[in-house]
């Protein structure tokens, strides 16, 4: 089963960025499917090509319960396409070998990482099962260029005619992020056939692989249902939340680890928001920046408080700045509204110099998602650099995902997440970071206490010490 990925952008090797993959060197992984291989056939500043290539255990997919064994006297056990054809296996794939590059964050090439690339992808041998030129009817709505290549049978019987894969590829400008998660999404629901247990936390997986695009394509529905097995429950479940006011209540969840936790996360998600409200109130803020914004659920609220007079969005993704602008109606609103309001393409771990002067920053479920080695310069970015009068953090507490019992053990809540503290070490974290740039620094609780795990969510109050 093999995937390339090819980009003629300037400096096209840069994609290796983007992967962590370096493009000198072929790799290796043993993942829950079977064993993956990455290299470079090609690696130029003109064009690049990442392949995927993935071998498949056909025995040990027999012994495995999780992926359909179990029933040793069925003949479909030992005779079928699952080492051969890139569905499902070759989705997982790319889930675990690219996660990275899913998240579309990269702080070494944030820009890289939010812009759309000229790019082709190649998948081979992919099942289509059940209606006519389903990859072109599910990949042209999300901007893709689609050949469809039929295999068939058997090209020395013609008589036998086509087989039901086709050589599949997709040619389009797409940021590398979305590329990979419509692939994840979409290559199982072209074969309609998952070839492991369909667990609750599927709902999850598709919400957010499918977000910023999924609820809008007009197959949405046969997405959903092909993608869930079609397991009236959770399809039922999924569909809710892809409802417009539904996707509005719960946008800035971050807690959506599984099925039964997405539906939690839009009131934990607007108690945090509220608690993060308050303690601006508390220190008197009149000009924020919410720093990691994305599509700006909490600048509609920044922005619904008339007290606030300046409101700064910034994020890396060019396209999350997009879909703020659209949230908050700024095409449309009066030139008071405009003056009030700036979105900003910006890095957290990035000194920049428009956001110096501000009353606060916010770091709203930011700073897990920062690799541990950058968090020295996110620390100097907005406590020394931007040095505003007071720095609000929220980050989930780590021991509380116990109370999640659908979240694996080791398991984070979301999967960008780099890291996620106990209270402790959230504790030590703010303390340094206090004393090196001079603020006080408070802690609080959001969501419900626990009275030995704490608070879903935790949030300290920073200030800046009077000299």
């Known amino acids: 089963m093999l995937v390339t990925i090819t980009s003629t952008a300037p400096s096209a090797a840069d994609l290796g960025h983007l992967v962590r993959k370096h493009p000198a060197r072929a790799q290796s992984f043993d993942l829950s499917v079977g064993r993956a291989h990455v290299f470079y056939p090609e690696a130029s500043d003109e064009r690049c090509t990442i392949a995927l290539l993935l071998e498949v255990d056909a025995i040990a997919l027999v012994r495995q319960k999780r992926f359909g064994g179990g029933d040793a006297a069925s003949l479909s056990q030992y005779v079928n396409d699952r080492p051969y054809a890139s ?11 690219f996660r990275s590059a899913m998240t579309g964050r990269s702080d070494s090439h944030p820009e890289l990482a939010a812009a759309a690339l000229p790019l082709t992808i190649t998948v081979a041998a992919v099942p289509s099962r059940g209606l006519e ?9 999300l901007g893709w260029t689609v050949v469809e290549r039929v295999i068939p049978l058997d090209p020395t019987v013609p008589a036998w005619g086509d087989s039901r894969y086709v050589d599949l590829e997709l040619t389009g400008h797409l940021r590398l992020a979305d590329a990979l998660r419509q692939l994840y999404v979409l290559l199982p629901v072209l074969d309609d056939a998952k070839h492991y247990w369909v667990s609750d936390d599927e709902v999850g997986k598709l919400l957010r692989a499918g977000e910023g695009w999924l609820a809008d394509h007009p197959d949405r529905d046969l997405i959903t249902k092909r993608y869930l097995a079609h397991q009236s429950r959770m399809v039922t479940d999924a569909q809710s939340q892809l409802d417009p006011e539904a996707r509005t209540d719960g946008a800035d969840g971050d807690d959506t680890a599984t099925a039964s936790q997405t539906k939690r996360a839009p009131a934990l998600a607007g108690l945090r928001a509220e608690a993060v409200l308050q303690a601006l109130t508390d220190v008197r803020a009149r000009s924020v920046a919410d720093v990691g914004c994305g599509e700006g659920a909490l600048l509609t609220r920044l922005l619904a408080d008339p007290l606030v007079t300046t409101v700064i969005g910034t994020d890396v993704s060019a396209r999350a700045l997009a879909s703020a602008s659209q949230r908050l109606g700024l095409r449309d609103a009066s030139d ?8 900003l393409q910006s890095s957290a771990t990035y000194a920049d110099t428009r956001l110096r002067g501000l009353d606060a920053i916010v770091l709203m479920e930011v ?23 007071a720095v609000i953090v929220t980050t989930p507490n780590r021991e509380y995902n116990a109370l999640y019992p ?5 398991s ?20 340094t970071a206090a004393e090196r740039y001079g603020y006080g620094v408070e802690h609080r609780t959001v969501g419900d206490v626990d009275p030995q795990l704490g608070s879903p969510t935790q949030l300290a109050v920073f200030r800046k010490a009077i000299a």
């Open 412 to 431: 984070f809540r979301h999967p960008d997440h780099r890291f996620e503290w106990d209270r402790q070490e959230f504790a030590t974290w703010c303390t």
């Open 406 to 410: 659908s979240l694996p053990a080791g």
């Open 336 to 343: 008071r509204v405009r003056e009030r309001v700036q979105l």
């Open 87 to 97: 569905s499902s296996m070759v989705a997982v794939a790319i889930g675990q070998v």
């Open 367 to 389: 700073v897990e998602h920062i690799d541990a080695e950058r968090l020295d310069a996110l620390e100097a970015s907005i406590f020394g650099a931007a040095a505003p009068e």
């Open 133 to 141: 030129q389903l990859a072109t009817r599910l990949f042209t709505p």
